[in-house]
Structure formats: structure tokens, C-alpha cells
């Protein structure tokens, strides 16, 4: 009686299991089906045509794009400097409690949060108006805390005989991080990055206030104009366009070209910090 | 504490000039970054503190959220704090039973090579942008419950709320799993020595071992969805009332921040009003940080 009783639990928990590998799957199939077969090659190249209803979604994914390499330019220096910080110099007294909670609190902070702070401090104090560039470094604070627990991680799993034999070798600090640690501890920082890179991407809610427009098809490199995005475009198709029925397929397309593309980025982010898990 | 000895750069430091530089800048880096704590924080109360002077605060308790009113603005937020907790209710409702359940048979049945191989969608199911879920809650599961209920719109709390517990159960899913994986095997033998059947062991034995995890899964999956707006704004219609029933339109206080911030004139009593609104979250975020991390101290001392 007991076994068929457990066995009954073990069906229900794997299908509870399961259920979760089977909707990632799923969802990439219902968004390709709903697509009608509007991708190509062409789509990815073309801009937005006839009020949104035609063409392709080449503005919107460069925008994506350009602002993710924006944000990666900011954050990472910025990032990674500070998980060096946290695991190399940071004594053991209140200080250190006190920024290593600030950061853990800006973890757990939501996103239209960061938004509404780009909004006032970016776009605002610092007059750097809606552009790419306030987006890029609200989203940078946002990936803040991603880059700088995974940098510190990383570099906190580095074998300590690693080390010593480096000093032993007559290495000083400074080598030593160069040639040990920062080599060993690349993978995981890598993984963190990949992280950061993929929030980016798929982020709507810090640059909905913050620069991103529904129609700016003219692509440009200056950061300091306003920007399309693949995610609020997908936004603005699926619930503010008046020809819904006619925009579904180009929004479903849209959302399978941005959830390739993250869901990539994340897997290369998964192998890296399953490279940092191996040490252990 | 960490046991392992830990051999920072501070034990072989030479003073180099090289070093000396690289120190500076990665402190300065880790003040920087936590500094901007403080500016969020700064920038979300002035604006808040002037709604706060421009509204009576009885004003906001009220059920009638009109900024642009004929005669007069009423700044009703209980609308969006109903709408709020309706979502993120139902959504942990649903997502704790079953990332428990889906925890217990990652950590207890499954072989350690096959859970590697199935671990990476819980990692791609996290990673799925929000605004992907919401165009699937529009597109998919909207329909499906205007259906099943006989409605003529699916965009309802209901919908918010099964969304966002798709979208919280893989953090759930993994705490949990970790947790359960790193208690003792010895608990587990025990268990099942003394006639246990696994599911019994599990729930009756282990589950002891990973409560004070299982509180903050929850803690934290509480502030994600209730901090969560893309896939809301796409999922629950957005009517700004409150709503009686799960199968009832409603607005998050995300999703009224995100839908009426691009339309505010910069320092109206409207714009306020929003970013006292977003204070709130704010508050709620640092709330459950502070518990979540008073839970795992806890525990850090009791393993002591």
C-alpha cells in the first residue's frame, strides 16, 4: 500500500518536473507556429513597413544589439573591478557588510524601479535625455550586482595551491592575479557576463522610460538619440497596435528571433558557471 | 564561516605599483556600485515626499484611482496594491506546491546524470524574457481560460497570476533542489532504515532540514512577482479597479507605473504620485531582501 502510494508521488512530482523542460520547448514552438512563416533572412534585414504591419525587424534588433553592447562596455569594467574587490581586498568589518548588502539589496530591486531611477537621475538630473545611453547605464546599474556575485565567486574558487606555488615563485600580487587567478576565474566571470548580456536583451521595463521609442527606423551609432528595441517592439505590436490580428505574426516572429537569441546566450552562460561548479 | 582558509590578496600584498592602482580601482568600482543603493533610494523619495505634501494622505486609501478628473484628480491606489497582491497571491499558490513537488524528485529521484542534462531549462525558463511571457499570457493562456470560464475576455488576474508562476518557479525549483541536496546523506539513510518509503523520508525527514530555504524561495519569489511588469501589463487588462474574484480585469502598481509614466508630465502631481507608488515597491523589495537575509543568518548560526 505504501509503495503504490509513493510511486503515485514520484508521477506527480516528475510531471511537475518535467512540465517545466516541456514549456521552454513549447514556447518556442507556439511562437514559431504563430509566426505564419513570416521568418527569413529577409525579416531579420528589412525594416518596419506600412505602420508596422509589413517588413522585417532589422531596426528594432540592431537597437537590441547596440544597447547591449552599451551596456557591456559599462558594466563590465565596473563589475568585474568591484567582485575583485569583494573577494580579494575586502577586509572583514562593517564597511564591507554594509557595500555587500547594498548590493545584494540592488539584486532584488524590480525592474520599472530601475526604470523610474533612470528616469529621474539619467534622463533628468543628468540631462542625458531619453537616449541609448540613459537606457544603457540603467540597465548597467540593473546588471550590477549579476556581474560582481559572479566575479567574486569565480575568483573565491580558485585553488588557494594555485596561488601559492605562483609565490613561491616570486609573484607579487599583482601577477598573481594576472597570471593565476584572473586565468582561472575567467569562465566563471565569463558565465556572469553572458548573464548580464541576455538581461539586456531581453529587459523591457528599465528602458520603457528611459529612451526607447515605437517607430525610429533610421538606424545610427549615436548613443545619444533614442533607440527601437526588439522587446518593446514586441510590447507595442502585441497590445498597442489597432491591426492586432494583422501584427500577431510579425510580434510572434519577432519574440522567436529575441527568445533564440537570449536563450543562446544563456546557454553558453550555463556551461561557463557549470565549468566554475566542477572545482568544487 | 567559511572554513576553507582563504588566501586573498592582502597575505601576499608587495605593495606594488601596479597592485596599488589595481586596489584603488576595484575599491573605488565596489563603492561605486553600492553607492548607487543610495541613489536609487534618494531619487525614488524626493519625488515621492512631494506627492506626500501635494495629496492628503487619505486620498491615496481610496478605491478611485482618476488623475485627470473633470472635477478634480483622486488618487486612489488601492486598486493597484489589490491588483498586485491578487497576482503574486495566485502565482505562489500555484508555484509552490509544484516546485517543491518538481524539487523533491530532481533532488531524491532522479540520477545525477540525467538531472544535469535537464537542469539547463530550468536555467533557460528563467532566462525567458518578460515580455515573451506576456505575449504568451495574451496569446495562449488568456484564450484558454476565457474558454474554461466561460468569459469574453481571458485578461484577468487569474492570467497575471499563472504567469507569474511560470516565471518564479525555476528559482524556487533550484533553492529548493540545492537545498535538498545538501543535507547529510545520513538523515536520509536513517529514514529509510527505519522503514521510510523515499517520499515519506523526504517529506517526513528531509523537509525539516530545508524549511528555513523553503522560506526564502518564497520570500524571494513574493518580490519578484510582485515587482514583475512586462508580462503583467500583457497579461491582466489593466483596469484600475479592484477586483472581486480571480476572474476579474485588474492593474499592478508595475503595471501603472509602466503604462502611465511615458504620459506624465516631469514633476506634476501625477509624476509624484508615480514614484511614491514605485517607493512602495521599493520598500517591499528592501523588505524581503532584509527578511530573506535574516533567514539565512539565522541558519549560518544554528549550523554554528
Known amino acids: 500500500m505504501r509503495k503504490t502510494s509513493d510511486s503515485a508521488w514520484v508521477v506527480v512530482s516528475g510531471v511537475a518536473y518535467f512540465s517545466a523542460v516541456i514549456f521552454v520547448i513549447w514556447v518556442a514552438v507556439h511562437l514559431y507556429i504563430l509566426s505564419e512563416g513570416k521568418l527569413s533572412l529577409e525579416f531579420l534585414f528589412t525594416n518596419p513597413t506600412n505602420g508596422m504591419t509589413a517588413g522585417g525587424v532589422f531596426a528594432p534588433l540592431f537597437g537590441s ?96 595551491a594555485q596561488k601559492e606555488a605562483a609565490i613561491a615563485l616570486g609573484a607579487n600580487a599583482w601577477e598573481v592575479w594576472r597570471d593565476v587567478s584572473f586565468k582561472y576565474a575567467s569562465g566563471g566571470m565569463l558565465s556572469g557576463l553572458f548573464l548580464a548580456l541576455s538581461r539586456a536583451l531581453g529587459e523591457t521595463a528599465p528602458i520603457l522610460l528611459t529612451g526607447v521609442v515605437f517607430y525610429q527606423p533610421t538606424v545610427t551609432l549615436d548613443p545619444t538619440k533614442s533607440f527601437m528595441a526588439l522587446p518593446y517592439h514586441i510590447f507595442i505590436l502585441a497590445t498597442q497596435h489597432s491591426k492586432f490580428a494583422e501584427v500577431l505574426p510579425i510580434a510572434a516572429a519577432s519574440g522567436f528571433i529575441l527568445l533564440i537569441i537570449v536563450l543562446l546566450i544563456r546557454i553558453l552562460a550555463y556551461i561557463y558557471s557549470r565549468r566554475i561548479q566542477r572545482w568544487l | 564561516m567559511d572554513l576553507r582558509r582563504e588566501l586573498s590578496v592582502r597575505h601576499y600584498s608587495t605593495n606594488s605599483r601596479a597592485e596599488k592602482v589595481f586596489r584603488f580601482a576595484s575599491t573605488a568600482a565596489a563603492v561605486l556600485a553600492s553607492f548607487t543603493v543610495a541613489l536609487i533610494i534618494f531619487f525614488m523619495c524626493m519625488p515621492a515626499l512631494k506627492a506626500l ?49 518538481a524539487a523533491v524528485f530532481s533532488s531524491q529521484f532522479m540520477s545525477k546524470a540525467l538531472r544535469s542534462a535537464t537542469d539547463v531549462f530550468f536555467s533557460l525558463l528563467a532566462g525567458i524574457p518578460s515580455v515573451i511571457m506576456g505575449f504568451l499570457a495574451l496569446t495562449a493562456i488568456a484564450p484558454l481560460i476565457a474558454k474554461v470560464f466561460h468569459l469574453s475576455s481571458g485578461l484577468t488576474m487569474l492570467n497575471g497570476g499563472i504567469t507569474l508562476a511560470i516565471m518564479v518557479l525555476p528559482t524556487m525549483v533550484s533553492v529548493l533542489s540545492d537545498a535538498f541536496q545538501n543535507i547529510p546523506e545520513i538523515y536520509k539513510e536513517g529514514a529509510l532504515a527505519l522503514g521510510a518509503s523515499k517520499w515519506q523520508a523526504a517529506i517526513g525527514v ?99
Do not use: C
Not at chain 2, 502598481?253 to 509624484?272: D, F, K, R, W
Open chain 2, 53 to 101: 505634501s501635494q495629496v492628503p494622505l487619505s486620498a491615496f486609501f481610496s478605491t478611485t484611482w482618476n488623475p485627470r478628473g473633470y472635477s478634480g484628480s483622486s488618487w486612489g491606489i488601492l486598486p493597484f496594491i489589490a491588483g498586485s497582491l491578487w497576482t503574486t497571491v495566485i502565482a505562489l499558490v500555484i508555484s509552490v506546491p509544484l516546485s517543491f513537488l
Open chain 1, 65 to 160: 544589439l547596440y544597447l547591449a553592447l552599451w551596456v557591456l562596455v559599462i558594466s563590465t569594467p565596473l563589475g568585474v573591478l568591484a567582485g575583485v574587490y569583494f573577494a580579494e581586498f575586502a577586509p572583514d568589518n562593517t564597511l564591507t557588510r554594509l557595500l555587500r548588502s547594498s548590493i545584494r539589496t540592488l539584486s532584488g530591486v524590480p525592474a520599472i524601479v530601475f526604470g523610474l531611477f533612470g528616469l529621474a537621475f539619467f534622463v533628468r538630473l543628468m540631462n542625458l535625455r531619453l537616449s541609448l545611453l540613459s537606457s544603457a547605464l540603467t540597465l548597467s546599474v540593473m546588471n550590477l550586482p549579476v556581474i560582481i556575485t559572479t566575479t567574486e565567486e569565480a575568483l573565491r574558487l580558485v585553488p588557494n
Open chain 2, 206 to 304: 528531509l523537509f525539516q532540514f530545508v524549511k528555513p530555504a523553503f522560506i526564502s524561495s518564497v520570500l524571494l519569489s513574493f518580490g519578484r512577482a510582485i515587482g514583475e511588469t512586462m508580462a503583467v501589463i500583457m497579461a491582466v487588462g489593466n483596469v484600475a479597479m479592484i477586483p472581486k474574484s480571480p476572474l476579474q480585469p485588474g492593474e499592478t502598481m508595475t503595471g501603472v507605473l509602466a503604462i502611465e509614466m511615458p504620459e506624465t508630465v516631469a514633476g506634476s502631481t501625477h509624476y509624484n504620485v508615480l514614484f511614491l507608488i514605485g517607493l512602495i515597491l521599493l520598500l517591499i523589495a528592501l523588505l524581503v531582501n532584509y527578511l530573506s537575509g535574516l533567514i539565512t543568518s539565522k541558519v549560518r548560526v544554528k549550523i554554528q
